[in-house]
Structure formats: C-alpha cells, structure tokens
C-alpha cells in the first residue's frame, strides 16, 4: 500500500523495501470475516518457501487457537491476492506464484463465520 506525504517536499528513506529483509520477503494474510484476529497477520518467509508450508505450517500456528480453523473445508476456501481473485498451487513456491514482498492475501471460509457468526 503506498503511502503518501502531506506536504510535497517532504523527503525520507524507505526502510521496507525487500532488499532489506536479506532475502525474505513479508506476506500478509487475512483470515476473513475472524476478527479476533484484530489485523492480518505479517510473516517473513523465504520466497522459496511452498504454499503448503506458508498454510500449514505458519498460518496453522498463528491462527490454530481459533476454534473454527480445525473445521475449515480447503476445498472450499476463497483466496484474493490484492483484491484479485487467487487459486493457489499448494506444492509451487510463493515466487512461483506471484506473492512477493509485501502481499496480501486474504481468505474466506464459507459457513464458518466466527464465533456464533459473529465475525469474531
């Protein structure tokens, strides 16, 4: 997401660019409509680092304490990487996949709405 200054001449130095995560790259991902997870969540991984692993491995611990993620239904799952509608290859690496530094992904599980379908 860009940020932009309020005044034109303003000037600063970029401390988010991949280059200075040696190598890794920061993947943001959404649990949709599971708020107790008040924002998505930041993981530095590796570009090489397989799709299964970013989701069973990495999302699985950070978001395994909801009581809904045991019951997700995979094949059913809807992905979007930056609002784009996103079909993800489970044994194909994050870079052979177009998620780089700094994306965001997001999914939604249909029927499993939060607690009590309360969004939580």
Known sequence: MPVHAYTSDYTGTVR???ENFH???VVYVCWERHLLFSCPFAFLVPPQTSFRTLRDQLM?????AHPQWAQIDWSQV???????????QLDKTLEEQGLDHKASLRFSTP???GMSGAGI
């Open 16 to 18: 988010d660019l991949a």
């Open 23 to 25: 190598g890794n790259h």
């Open 60 to 64: 699985a611990e950070a978001y395994g």
């Open 78 to 88: 809807n992905w979007s990487v930056s609002g784009a509608p996103f079909e993800p």
């Open 111 to 113: 029927g499993l709405d």
